[in-house]
């Protein structure tokens, strides 16, 4: 599992091949100047204090080193540089897969889960994957290259101090990987923990208003504070195994450097070795180990960014719902819907729907009505391409609905849900959201008809007034207003309502029945009612009951048939019926 995590997240760095492939250049051409480096300091040495030269003949060298030093500098600012450039182009295209991976699975997907985990994951799990890319990935382009330069170099100069080199630096990665092992699963217990307590935190904020009706908010902030000391305990724990892996990695590296000090000395006391090839090696010695390292040091990020990315192939891995092969076209104009024999079962549930058979005709205004749990929202769902039948057929204009592609179908129907979702932004902008092309004009008329004009202009900067994120600073009607004037605004073939004039006040209600009733003949009307006001729109009323149709007509033919639309109507009106 965590090697395929691991692969996972290698396969992305094709995101940024560019900077990553500088990054390696330049980490290479970095390690180079520093054996030019070492060079120049070991000759300067050699022959000053050694052979007691006079420092004026090595002026050119000590300008050398002084500019390879600025140069390393500046190359070291452009590995900086080029780090953050990757992680950021891969971060952004990981948000971009995931987004689109929720998207497509649609919104009874993210009903099954919780929101906390999943906006841990696209936040603060992103986030998490930038030291992955901009300090792990480069340390281990690196971990290769430049020792492998300065063993080409020491070789030919002294096989002795080239081969200690070669058998300590294995050493460094075996422990690092060992101790890696167990440093892994904590990190990724760790991740487990903070979605756990990102989403029951959200969940409660979610909540509070309720918490604190039945008092029971001191209950949930004890829970809160428990799983923060848990999370707090777990974080500890994997901070302890790295620096504990840290600490072997430098006193492994530190022995392996005083293993060819200790070598080099005895041999230039011995007269086996001249002194500015033994000083030069001596100085390239911290400079092999440095690579090994850092990446030990950087080795918590790669933990980190797997314990991060489990959640995201989980999510990325999860089955499409709605994959359509060659979809066919819909008809022109507005197409007539029709379900027949339709069976929906939900994920290791019971059956909501039932057989049910409904037809609506082009241009219909159509209410569905029905007790709690009758399968209300679930046809909803059916029409609005979140879900296919489990069994039987939804046809729209006679095209299986299985054979439509969801975008195709999206483009003909606006939908305004119970609660619907604002967002940051004018009011403007969020009543002409996904349909810039709307001129300001049709925007006004939009409005109107949902009766959000006349609030609007009552505002100190009218349409350009800002809101906050999900509607802050309006109200409940007002909120629902905008969001009912951005449904007429797209002028689609099919208009899909979820108790459209809840949260309004009575004046406001009647201007949206009136815009209801004012539709263009070419776009059909599907709405859930919940009050008396909006069922004297509907042409047809459909009654639904336990998953089927259990009654439909109009009005005054249901209240003399159906005992189940009576009932219902009794809860509409808050009355005796007559």
């Known amino acids: 599992m965590k090697s395929s995590l691991d692969l996972w997240l290698k396969s992305h760095k094709s995101t940024a091949k560019r900077p990553l492939n500088l990054l390696l250049a330049l980490g290479l051409f970095n390690g180079l100047l520093l054996i030019v480096q070492a060079y120049f300091l070991a000759l300067i040495v050699n ?68 929101s906390g985990e999943l906006v841990n994951s696209l936040s603060d799990g992103v ?19 430049l020792p492998l330069a300065i063993l080409v170099v020491v070789f030919p100069l002294d096989w002795w101090s080239g081969l200690v080199f070669l058998l ?117 010695a911290p400079e092999f180990y440095l690579p090994l390292r850092q990446m030990g040091t950087h080795y918590h990020a790669r933990m980190e960014g797997i314990g991060a990315a489990e959640k995201m192939v989980e999510l990325l891995n999860e089955p499409l719902p709605n994959v359509v092969h060659d979809p066919l076209p819909l008809p022109a104009g507005t197409a007539e819907i029709e379900l027949k024999e339709v069976d929906f079962v939900y994920d290791k549930g019971e059956p909501v729907l039932h057989g049910l058979n409904l037809k609506i005709e082009p241009g219909e205004r159509l209410a569905i009505v029905g007790p709690s749990g009758a399968g209300k929202s679930t046809l909803m769902n059916l029409l609005l391409g979140f879900a296919q039948p489990s069994s039987g057929e939804l046809r729209l204009g006679g095209v299986l609905s299985s054979r439509v592609a969801l975008e195709q179908w999206h483009e003909r129907i606006a939908w305004v849900p119970q609660s619907p979702t604002l967002f940051q932004g004018s009011l403007a902008e969020n009543i002409v ?87 263009p003949k070419e776009s059909s009307l599907i709405f859930i009612a919940h009050r008396l006001s909006t069922l004297r729109v509907a042409d047809r009323i459909v009654v639904l009951d336990q998953g089927r149709v259990a009654a439909e007509g109009s009005h ?15 809860g509409y009106r808050g009355v005796s019926c007559p």
């Open 47 to 114: 022959e000053v204090v050694i052979h007691s030269a006079p420092l004026a003949e090595f002026y050119l060298p000590l300008f050398a080193i002084l500019g390879l030093f600025l140069l390393r500098a500046l190359l070291a600012w452009w590995l900086e540089f080029y780090a953050q450039q990757a992680a950021v182009l891969i971060k952004q295209k990981i948000r971009l897969l995931l987004y689109d991976k929720l998207q497509r699975l649609g919104p009874l997907y993210l009903q099954g889960q919780r």
């Open 127 to 145: 986030e998490a994957l930038q030291a992955y890319y901009s300090q792990y990935l480069p340390a281990l382009s690196s971990v290769a290259l």
């Open 168 to 284: 300590t630096a294995p050493a460094i990665p075996v422990f690092m990987i060992l101790i890696g092992k167990g440093a892994e699963a904590l990190s990724q217990k760790q991740w487990q923990k903070l979605a756990r307590l990102s989403a029951h935190f959200l969940d409660m904020i979610q909540g509070l208003s309720t918490l604190k009706l039945f008092n029971a908010s001191r209950r949930e902030a004890q829970a809160v504070a428990q799983i923060s000391e848990e999370y707090r305990r777990s974080s500890m724990k994997v901070l302890r195994v790295a620096f504990l892996s840290s600490l072997v990695l430098e006193f492994f590296a530190t022995v392996s450097v005083a293993i060819v000090a200790v070598l080099i000395g005895f041999r230039l006391l011995w007269g086996e070795m001249d002194f500015q090839i033994g000083f030069f090696i001596l100085l390239l």
């Open 433 to 519: 959201l996904g349909m810039a092309q709307a001129s300001e004009a049709e925007m006004i008329v939009a409005a109107e008809q949902a009766g959000a004009h006349e609030f609007i202009c009552q505002l100190p900067q009218g349409y350009a007034t800002q809101i906050g994120e999900a509607g802050v600073g309006l109200s409940g009607g007002q909120i629902q207003r905008i969001a009912l004037a951005r449904a007429f605004l797209k002028r689609a073939q099919l208009l899909l309502l979820d108790e459209a004039s809840a949260n309004l006040d009575l004046y406001s209600e009647s201007l949206v029945i009136e815009a209801m009733a004012t539709l």
């Open 556 to 570: 005054e033919q249901l209240l003399a048939s159906s005992p189940l639309y009576q009932r219902l109507y009794q």
